[in-house]
């Protein structure tokens, strides 16, 4: 069974940083691309960062370009995600979510059930 | 990126069909077969409804169909059930691997 677990969340002032991690289990870990997607509070879903399954090639949505980086370590099945400069707009529910291929996906098939990230002063 | 356009809210009876529709452009929605719907209790993960347009994961009732003309993506839901009470999410792939969702639709069962 797909099981996607996130950790790292919690309470920043604008302007810190914070690194959300995604332990995975249940499947091969490298052979799937792998995504965060974000929810802020009563807010529909935002596609934020992507990854391929071996690394090598990421992706990121313009409003976290530069900010954010995109991460896995496949000998630990873990998803990462380094949140840099946080703004206000930051805050959020972070859920990684897995995809269907190595490189590229048609779909997320799986989710996990997310960590708050709350970016106050 | 702009967030697809879905309606708000909609409701239906149990046992009637309801549909949501899904409006982008031809630079996702109507330029790729890669909408996907998803949908999410109060407080959960989302959950894969949809894929490819109109693909049913496993495990997905066939009461759950959806389609795409253009640049506008419909899921559409039959024989209504209270457990159907939930948001929708469309998302669409918009190239160089990147991703668009909804903005949602709250969907009240009466």
């Known amino acids: 069974e797909v099981h996607l677990l996130e950790s790292g969340g919690g309470l920043v002032q604008p302007g810190g940083s914070l690194r959300l991690s995604c332990a995975a289990s249940?499947?091969?870990?490298?052979?799937?691309?792998m995504s965060w997607v974000r929810q802020a509070p009563g807010k529909g879903l935002e596609w934020v960062s992507g990854i391929s399954g071996s690394g090598g090639r990421t992706y990121y949505a313009a409003s976290v370009k530069g900010r954010f980086t995109i991460s896995r370590d496949n000998s630990k099945n873990t998803l990462y995600l380094q949140m840099n400069s946080l703004r206000v707009e930051d805050t959020a529910v972070y859920y990684c979510?897995?995809?269907?291929?190595?490189?590229?996906?048609?779909?997320?098939?799986?989710w996990g059930q997310g960590t708050l990230v709350t970016v106050s002063s | 990126q702009s967030a697809l356009t879905q309606p708000a809210s909609v409701s239906g009876s149990p046992g009637q069909s309801i549909t949501v529709s899904c409006t982008g452009a031809?630079?996702?929605?109507?330029?790729?077969?890669?909408v996907s719907w998803y949908q999410q209790h109060p407080g959960k993960a989302p959950k894969l409804m949809i894929y490819e347009v109109s693909y049913r994961p496993s495990g997905v009732p066939d009461r759950f169909s959806a389609s795409k003309s253009g640049n506008t993506a419909s899921l559409t839901i039959s024989g209504l059930q209270a457990e159907d009470e939930a948001d929708y999410y469309c998302s669409s792939y918009t190239g160089s691997n990147t991703w668009v969702f909804g903005g949602g639709t709250k969907l009240t069962v009466l």
């Open positions: 979510a897995k995809g269907t291929k190595e490189t590229g996906t048609n779909t997320y098939d799986y």
């Open positions: 249940g499947f091969t870990f490298s052979s799937y691309a």
């Open positions: 031809s630079s996702d929605v109507g330029g790729y077969n890669y």
